[in-house]
């Protein structure tokens, strides 16, 4: 399993490699016929495409038979052991608009659980790559999550639920609970390079409404095996099927949870 686990991670970065070249080929040259709404305030773009059809066929040349979960085009569901959990532009918006902050993300699935996670940041030339007890590193060097204990020093990192607007109401009285707490939250637009950021210690937590498995998978990996702690909602472990995660280094996260829980008991299922 090691061998094949490495081997993996070899083919996820050279997809991830080629894909980030796409990315930034492309960046500031769209145009309005390269964007397509898929519902409102979410985007695709002939860049998303591309970038998605890079990984797929360089994953699928080196492991014919495994599956895929793709944001802009494949969902299959057929029974296999290994599927490739992918975002292949993650923070469409901001790319549209020259926004500095996007990336792609790419998890395996093993069986139901995430074995290996590979998100990368192709303007700042980081990739942060976890695989299942081996860590968690940032272009090879090892990260951990951090190790502040007071909630009220912590910076946080969050998003606005755009695709639940009828949980908007409950969300701000969310936010502005644990703004109240804490040292300051930011709003960057890209789910996963905030996991990322989670677990290199940039930041001590995540929490978001509505997010789809493809944002989340490989971040949730990475913060786990850099020490860090993954729930849903109600602090289990069902966030890829929810999209509503929190996520934080280990002395933050139940304070966290305890404000979620306390606004969204009983309005969300979990």
Known sequence: MNNEKSEFLGTAFRAAMLAGDIILSKLGKLSRENIDVKQASDFVTSVDRESELIIIETIRKKFPGHRFLAEESLREVEDANYRWIIDPLDGTTNYIHGYPVFSLSIALEFNGEIILGVIFDPLSDEIFTAETGKGAFLNGKPVR??????????????????????????????????????????????????????????????????????????????????????????????????????????????????????????????
Do not use: M
């Not at 509505?210 to 602090?235: R, Y």
């Not at 509503?244 to 008991?265: D, M, S, T």
């Open 145 to 270: 999550i951090s190790t502040l204990t007071d909630l009220t020093d912590s910076l946080l990192a969050t998003g606005f639920p755009f695709r639940k607007r009828d949980l908007i109401d409950p969300y701000l009285k969310l936010f502005k609970n644990i703004f109240n707490r804490v040292s300051d939250i930011r709003r960057a637009g890209s789910a996963a390079l905030d996991l990322a950021y989670v677990a290199s210690g940039r930041c001590e937590g995540f929490f978001e409404i509505g997010l789809g498995p493809w944002d989340i998978a490989a971040g949730s990996l990475l913060i786990k095996e850099a020490g860090g702690i993954v729930t849903d909602f109600g602090g289990g472990n069902d966030f890829l099927l929810t999209g509503n995660i929190v996520a934080a280094a280990p002395a933050i996260h139940g304070e966290i949870l305890k404000e979620v829980k306390a606004v969204f008991q009983g309005a969300i299922d979990r």
